[in-house]
């Protein structure tokens, strides 16, 4: 039984194989010619939920018992898996659900939608505090210039300011990578952390800090 972190509990624990089979996808551009996807449903053997694994094998062995395949050969990808998912506190709702969609398109390798929704949520961090004018390189300088976030941020976002313009325009002719999506996605989470998370924080240490203050002088 392979031993993988659990999607749900996060534990890293035994998965036991419990159901294959076989298909053959020649759309999917994980399989090379001539080959067949595998897919097993594993039990995890700390909280009981279960998930998909994934691998591929030669055509020829298509007629074998596709549990002894897997079994023999282990599992390639995951589905769901651990980290594919992501919540966002202290963060306006409406931002934060379509940051987490941001960060599922990622790890599901929907890589030019994961750049899309993360390029409108830092648009949709700036409109929340009132910066509603201009393109995104525009909104981050003004993030920047009105002590949102530190200037190191904006240096970031000036690096990638041109990644998804062209499919913002409708225009998917060029290749995107995992390696694009990242960059724009970490941008994003930094700065939903300058912007909301980091404050939010600060003001609850400093609210804890006054109410033991106020309560040592209620007592002494």
């Known amino acids: 039984m392979p031993n993988v972190v659990c999607w749900s509990c996060e534990a890293l624990t035994q998965h036991e194989l419990l159901l294959a089979s076989a298909a053959s996808r020649e759309n999917d551009p994980r399989v090379q ?18 998930a998909i694994g994934i691998n ?8 074998a018992d596709p549990m002894d ?9 995951w589905q769901p898996r651990a980290g594919m998912t992501k919540s966002y506190t202290d963060v306006p709702p409406h931002i934060a659900n379509a940051a987490t969609e941001a960060f599922e398109c990622h790890g599901r ?20 505090k009132g910066i509603d004018s201009g393109p995104l390189a525009v909104k981050i300088k003004a993030l ?5 976030v530190r200037p190191h941020i904006r ?27 990242k960059l724009v996605v970490d941008l994003m989470e930094e700065i939903l952390a300058e912007v909301f998370q980091s404050p939010a924080k600060v003001s609850r240490a400093q ?11 209620t007592t002494a």
């Open 207 to 217: 609210a804890a800090a006054a109410l033991r203050k106020a309560q040592g002088e």
């Open 33 to 50: 010619e001539g080959d067949v996807l595998l897919y097993g449903v594993y039990q995890c053997g700390s909280c009981y939920c279960y």
């Open 109 to 128: 390798q929907h890589f030019r939608a994961s750049i899309l929704l993360a390029r409108s949520v830092i648009e949709a961090t700036a409109k929340e």
């Open 144 to 148: 920047a210039e009105q002590g949102f």
């Open 155 to 181: 240096e970031a976002a000036d690096e990638i300011r041109d990644l998804g313009n062209e499919m913002a325009h409708g225009d998917f002719a060029l290749p995107v990578t995992e390696e694009d999506s």
């Open 69 to 77: 395949i897997l079994t023999s050969i282990g599992v390639r990808y």
């Open 56 to 63: 591929f094998t030669q055509r020829r062995r298509f007629n």
